[in-house]
């Protein structure tokens, strides 16, 4: 069960304590014996900044990482699309930021978080969900932080199978 949005322990962990006592009762009334797992998306640059913190209530993080690089920027992909063309023209972005990760500060982020919320819960399973998830050079990076699975829109698995089993040969090597 992932909570979106959390940008504070406590709020985590404030409703992750709904949901395990609502989630505990159904799987009780129904006699069931389902296990499931609570964590958070993590697509706020403050959740990623106190990663180690939020991992103390979290069973894993997945990460926005669209969301996420629209807060870490501070534009919108909407509002970005009126000037992108101009900043690719004069070289001020190499590549459109919402399809290819920006590894230097969104990646930093990510990587950062990893390590800290790893340090304080080794169980910790770590994901991404968004179309950075589909590009093959995020994918590589993805696999070089660590990261459990990537998810992407349909249309882009298999250039996600392909890059992710590539970065696990050149990894091997």
């Known amino acids: 069960i992932m909570i979106p949005l959390v940008g504070e322990v406590k709020e985590l962990a404030y409703v992750k304590k709904v949901v395990v006592e609502t989630a505990d009762a159904i799987i009780k ?4 014996n389902m296990k499931y797992l609570v964590g958070t998306m993590i697509e706020i ?6 990663a180690d913190e939020i991992a103390k209530q979290a069973d894993f993080f997945s990460f926005g990482t669209n969301d996420l690089t629209q807060m870490t920027f501070g534009f919108s992909r909407d509002d970005a699309g009126k000037f992108l063309d101009a900043y690719y023209d ?3 972005y190499e590549n ?3 399809a290819k990760l920006d590894q230097t500060g969104v990646g930093k982020l990510v990587d950062m978080a990893c390590k800290m919320g790893r340090a304080t819960n080794p169980e910790l399973h770590l994901g ?8 093959p050079s995020s994918v590589e990076f993805f696999h070089r932080t660590g990261l459990d699975y990537v998810s992407c829109s349909p249309f882009r698995v298999p250039i996600a ?3 992710a089993a590539q970065a696990a040969i050149k990894d091997a090597q």
């Open 161 to 163: 199978r392909l890059a």
């Open 96 to 98: 459109d930021p919402f």
């Open 45 to 50: 640059p403050r959740a990623a900044l106190t």
């Open 128 to 135: 991404v969900c968004g179309e950075h998830g589909g590009d």
């Open 90 to 92: 004069k070289k001020i």
């Open 29 to 32: 009334e129904a006699g069931s």
